[in-house]
């Protein structure tokens, strides 16, 4: 059994991406037994912080890895360098609960586009890392920035599937179209092929037309996406389950949010194994 990498990406800022991507994959070890590992690909460390607390991350960087580190391949002329292992950068158990595991993240992400400009294949170091522990989890997510930066890059590379949180706003469609065309420059240069998971819908107030109206929009302008049928409503639960480090699944298993997060992990795993069904006939053909 060999780990699906999923990741998750809107060029759009603030919009929920990283609280849905640590809730999913929150719900998927809590409700289904999947084994699953987090990577935090944002210098902003929103996800590690959803899930472990600042003396936790203080402590382990003291002694152990982050994504940053592992991403980091500059010291060229420290001949004798051991190359950093991806075992030493995972955090096990985060968030209360069991087999949830993370990579967590560093502000000395943000340098990596400069530092690693002259490096050679330099958008598949996180696919080559992560291919140590695929054996190791049923599902790796990686949460990306809102942009298309280099660690962006990494994990689309390094990924099978993505999934798109969208905001449904009058000017969410536009970032669409760029993210598509970007995948599919990747899948060229790299020869892979990066799929779509689907839309999923993130701080959804059906109390206010313009959302329904906009969500309207954005399946007729994107026919060939699934549109997941899970909303995640706005709920201020949500914002404030960050402070215990823990998802809101743990922390407020009775709100809307938690719920839907609830609901999500099934759909997702529908969905996936429709995906991997049909990846599995187009071989045959
Ligand atoms: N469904 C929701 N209802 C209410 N608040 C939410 C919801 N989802 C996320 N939030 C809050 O919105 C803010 C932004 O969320 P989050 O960090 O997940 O967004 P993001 O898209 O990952 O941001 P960035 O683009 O900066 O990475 C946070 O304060 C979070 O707690
Ligand atoms: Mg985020």
Redesign the pocket.
Known sequence: MTAQVISSINMKGGIG??TLTVNLAASLARFHGKRVLVVDL?P?T?ATFCLISRETWDKWIASKLTLADLMNQTDHSNLSRVEPKVQDAIIKNVGGINKLDLIPSHLKLTFIDISLSTAISRETILKRKLSKVLSEYDFIFC?C??NLSLSTQNGLAASDYYIIPVFPEPLAALGLGLISNRIKQLNESLEKELLSLGIIYTKYDKRIKETEITSLEIIDANPQEYIFNTRIPENTKIKSAVRSSQPIIITNPKSSGSQAYKELAKEFLERIDKMNDSKASDLFI
């Open positions: 991406k990283t944002d902003q929103n949460d920035p809102p």
